[in-house]
């Protein structure tokens, strides 16, 4: 929903006689807001998104034009309109600064001297805001959606409005410690890729239609998964926007089953026989389920400042092996050794049959799936 640079460009290019010199590519790019940048020093105030327009002051502090602009690519920047005539030139525009741009899929305009920056800045901004005002109408939508077990019709209607029919395919990626956006959100635009992404809870979600992108699944994981600590919990394909509240959910136990696994992603649809746990009516018999299996070690863990759930837990996650169990606490092999011990005198019980060790595994998923709920 947010718009694009092309959307800025079409529309002004005439009015302030805007010329587009490289980074074609990334006219898709996403424009969160419009900053005037006159100070190298000053880049750590942007947060990405930016379409920076600048007259070059900051040349006259010696510092070169392509220095800046990589500064502001480094930064997740969407663009960089330059004021020329006083202080850069178009000649200035080097071969290295036109390449980089390409490749970086950076746009670089310039207007002449002449053109007050003043009009150029309220035209953008106006926009900004409207755009603004839409993508807000449509986050709060979607967030309400999240608690409504049967879609508000006033809900629906919004989303209706704004291009989510429905009746139509649909999927929900749950993220987690995804910080920087504008680098997802440049990716997909790039490729034409209709979606919507929100904060909730203090993770992005991004929704979109399987059935109306070209990108395979596989090419949207790949994309969201650009940084290492980033976790994802995917939901099933659903088939109307009155599932959403059901879905998201599902998608959140996915993500919950990551963490717990320590693993990028899961899908819903491949948790198997874990998804009984979500499917079941009776909280209460679940919780009971946990507090026997787990409950002493709990206990003990709070009274004596002890941590033996997490070695279980990664006991069992392990496959009972001590060494990858002493490699993924950090621990000594022999302190392992010795916590199995105590925690097989609490339990009362030994961790080597499969029935045992399957009670186990359930209990710490129904543990987790308590601490979403």
């Known amino acids: 929903m947010k718009t694009q640079v092309s959307e800025l ?57 392509f220095d800046f602009i990589r500064s502001l690519v480094t930064h997740n920047c969407s663009g960089i309109l330059i004021n020329v005539g006083q ?25 002449p001297w002449d053109v007050h920056l003043v009009d150029i800045m309220q035209d ?7 755009s603004t005002q839409r993508t807000d109408e449509l986050n709060a939508a979607f967030q309400s959606a999240v608690y409504q077990a049967n879609l508000h019709e006033s809900t629906l209607l919004t989303l209706n409005r704004y291009g989510f029919a429905t009746d139509d395919e649909y ?27 929100f904060e909730h809870d203090n993770r992005q979600v991004l929704i979109y239609q399987p059935s109306r992108t070209e990108m395979s699944f596989e090419e949207v994981l790949e994309i ?15 088939s109307s926007l009155k599932e959403f509240s059901l879905c998201y959910k599902r998608a959140r136990f996915a993500l919950a089953s990551a963490v717990f696994w320590n693993i990028p992603l899961v899908n819903f ?87 045992v060790k399957f009670d186990l595994l359930m209990a710490f998923y129904i543990r987790e799936y308590f601490l979403i709920y």
């Not at 680098?183 to 890729?193: C, Y």
């Not at 969201?224 to 659903?238: A, E, K, M, R």
């Open 87 to 111: 202080y850069i030139h178009i000649e200035e525009l080097t071969e290295e600064i036109i390449e980089f741009c390409i490749t970086s899929e950076f746009p670089l305009f310039t207007i």
């Open 269 to 355: 649809e491949e948790l198997g026989i874990f998804q009984i746990l979500f499917s079941s009516s009776d909280p209460e018999m679940l919780k009971d389920i946990c507090q026997k299996k787990l409950g002493k070690l709990e206990a003990y863990d709070s009274a004596h400042e002890t941590d033996y759930l997490t070695t279980l837990r990664i006991f069992l996650l392990s496959d009972c092996n001590l060494l990858e169990t002493s490699d993924k606490l950090h621990t000594h092999r022999n302190t392992v050794i010795y916590r199995m011990k105590k925690i097989k005198e609490l339990l009362g019980s030994e961790i080597n049959d499969s029935k």
């Open 171 to 197: 999927r929900i990626i749950v993220m987690q410690n995804l910080q920087n956006t504008t680098r997802v959100t440049f990716a997909l635009n790039h490729r034409h890729f209709k979606y919507h992404l």
């Open 124 to 130: 953008y901004c106006r926009t900004l805001l409207q």
């Open 9 to 65: 460009y079409h529309s002004t290019k005439e009015k302030y006689s805007m010329t587009l010199h490289s980074g074609e590519a990334g006219l898709t790019n996403s424009v969160s807001w419009i900053y005037l940048a006159e100070d190298f020093q000053n880049m750590s105030f942007l947060k990405g998104g930016e379409l920076v327009i600048t007259t070059g002051l900051f040349t006259r502090s010696g510092i070169a034009l």
């Open 224 to 238: 969201l998964l650009f940084c290492d600590s980033i976790i994802l919990g995917i939901s099933n394909v659903f």
